[in-house]
Antibody, heavy 119, light 110 residues
Framework: EVQLVESGGGLVQPGGSLRLSCAAS????????MSWFRQAPGKGLEWVAL????????YYVDSMKGRLTISRDNAKDSVYLQMNSLRAEDTAVYYC????????????WGQGTLVTVSS | QSALTQPPSASGSPGQSVTISCTGT?????????VAWYQQHPGKAPKLMIY???DRPSGVPDRFSGSKSDNTASLTVSGLQADDEADYYC??????????FGGGTKLTVL
């Protein structure tokens, strides 16, 4: 059974940093593209970052570029999202997702982790 | 403001059909056949319902169907059931390994 489990969310002050983790199981992690998405309270979904299976290429939403770093450890079946210079508008549930059986879309999602940026 | 435009709400009675539209541009919806639809119940993670405009992942009922014409994609839910009540989001590949979403449509089963 495919499982994605995010962790690392919490309350952080404006300007602070946070590192989210996503542990994967039930599939060959090293073969698959991984992405992070976010959803602000009461708002829609937003794609945030993407990483290639071998970690060599990374892509970011323009609005957060320069403040994000996506990475992965295929030995640990995990993907990470380092977020810096956080702002109140970054408050959201952050989801990791994988594209396993459906090309150009995301067929497995984690349950999400809440990031709250507030003083 | 979302990159793709969806109606904020849609509704139908049990057994009826409802169609949700998703309008983008030639740089996303109109430029690629990489349109997907996600269902999200309150407090839950999104669930992929349609990918590549009209393909259904294993396990998704054939009551859900997708199509596209020019810059507008559509999701049709036939034979509405109570459990179909949820938020629906369209998504499109937008080039350069970027994806965009619609603002979401709240589907109410009357």
């Amino acid at each position: 059974e495919v499982q994605l489990v995010e962790s690392g969310g919490g309350l952080v002050q404006p300007g602070g940093s946070l590192r989210l983790s996503c542990a994967a199981s039930g599939f060959t992690f090293s073969n698959n593209w991984m992405s992070w998405f976010r959803q602000a309270p009461g708002k829609g979904l937003e794609w945030v970052a993407l990483i290639k299976p071998d970690g060599s290429d990374k892509y970011y939403v323009d609005s957060m570029k320069g403040r994000l770093t996506i990475s992965r450890d295929n030995a640990k079946d995990s993907v990470y999202l380092q977020m810096n210079s956080l702002r109140a508008e970054d408050t959201a549930v952050y989801y990791c997702a994988s594209s396993i059986r459906t090309p150009w879309s995301w067929d497995y999602w984690g349950q999400g982790t809440l990031v709250t940026v507030s003083s | 403001q979302s990159a793709l435009t969806q109606p904020p709400s849609a509704s139908g009675s049990p057994g009826q059909s409802v169609t949700i539209s998703c309008t983008g541009t030639s740089s996303d919806v109109g430029g690629y056949n990489h349109v997907a639809w996600y269902q999200q119940h309150p407090g839950k993670a999104p669930k992929l319902m349609i990918y590549e405009v009209s393909d259904r992942p294993s396990g998704v009922p054939d009551r859900f169907s997708g199509s596209k014409s020019d810059n507008t994609a559509s999701l049709t839910v036939s034979g509405l059931q109570a459990d179909d009540e949820a938020d629906y989001y369209c998504s499109s590949y937008a080039g350069a390994r970027h994806w965009v979403f619609g603002g979401g449509t709240k589907l109410t089963v009357l």
